[in-house]
T-cell receptor
Framework: DAGVTQSPTHLIKTRGQQVTLRCSPKSGHDTVSWYQQALGQGPQFIFQ???????QRGNFPDRFSGHQFPNYSSELNVNALLLGDSALYLC????????????FGPGTRLLVL | AQSVTQPDIHITVSEGASLELRCNYSYGATPYLFWYVQSPGQGLQLLLK??????LVQGIKGFEAEFKRSQSSFNLRKPSVHWSDAAEYFC????????????FGAGTRLFVKA
């Protein structure tokens, strides 16, 4: 049983560019949440997708957007990249957005130059 | 707003010694509380969780945590630390308001000395 998978593992972009990160949830899960973890900090909630809709959003600008596909996989898009967007982006999945514990993927390390 | 405070940025313990990592939360209702561990270059692994009931919860790898409502605390403990426990530990509170999100503390880095 595959857990949460994310791609790519590492990515280097320059300021102003756009990036798309991908996440496949754990088998049987239908809810995907995205988190940003800057170096030396705890993860911060970006948003959550369930039934292909954004259900909850953290304090992130509109440059951060997402999408969920019918197969429950998800994408995180970040436009107009800033140096401060450099971070580890974590995807977590759960069943029906429940308060049950989420399963986290290994993350995508984004470096913005 | 909900928040989680981990007062210790880093802690060093000797292998075989006991461990306690502190966590304080701010939340209006009964909180959903978690402890996660993150090894270098890894994602987050759930150690244990508290939703309700017995305030002493057991987790994986020999960890336990105690929920104390009067102190708004959820401290993580382990009676005997192994070198492989060296990692970053995050306390978190779950918020369910039409969608579920997890609010994390800043983390405590655990160093284990031989």
């Amino acid at each position: 049983d595959a857990g949460v998978t994310q791609s790519p593992t590492h990515l280097i972009k320059t300021r102003g560019q756009q990036v798309t990160l991908r996440c496949s949830p754990k088998s049987g899960h239908d809810t995907v949440s995205w988190y940003q973890q800057a170096l030396g900090q705890g993860p911060q909630f970006i948003f959550q997708y369930y039934e292909e809709e954004e259900r909850q959003r953290g304090n992130f600008p509109d440059r951060f957007s997402g999408h969920q596909f019918p197969n429950y996989s998800s994408e995180l898009n970040v436009n107009a990249l800033l140096l401060g967007d450099s971070a580890l982006y974590l995807c977590a999945s759960s069943f029906r957005g429940a308060i049950a514990a989420q399963y986290f993927g290994p993350g995508t390390r984004l470096l913005v130059l | 707003a909900q928040s989680v405070t981990q007062p210790d940025i880093h802690i060093t313990v000797s292998e075989g010694a006991s461990l306690e990592l502190r966590c304080n939360y701010s939340y209006g209702a009964t909180p959903y509380l978690f402890w996660y561990v993150q090894s270098p270059g890894q994602g987050l692994q759930l150690l244990l969780k508290y939703f309700s009931g017995d305030t002493l919860v057991q987790g994986i790898k020999g960890f336990e945590a105690e929920f104390k409502r009067s102190q708004s605390s959820f401290n993580l403990r382990k009676p005997s630390v192994h070198w492989s426990d060296a990692a970053e530990y995050f306390c978190a509170v779950g918020e369910n308001t039409g969608g579920f999100k997890t609010i994390f503390g800043a983390g405590t880095r655990l160093f284990v000395k031989a």
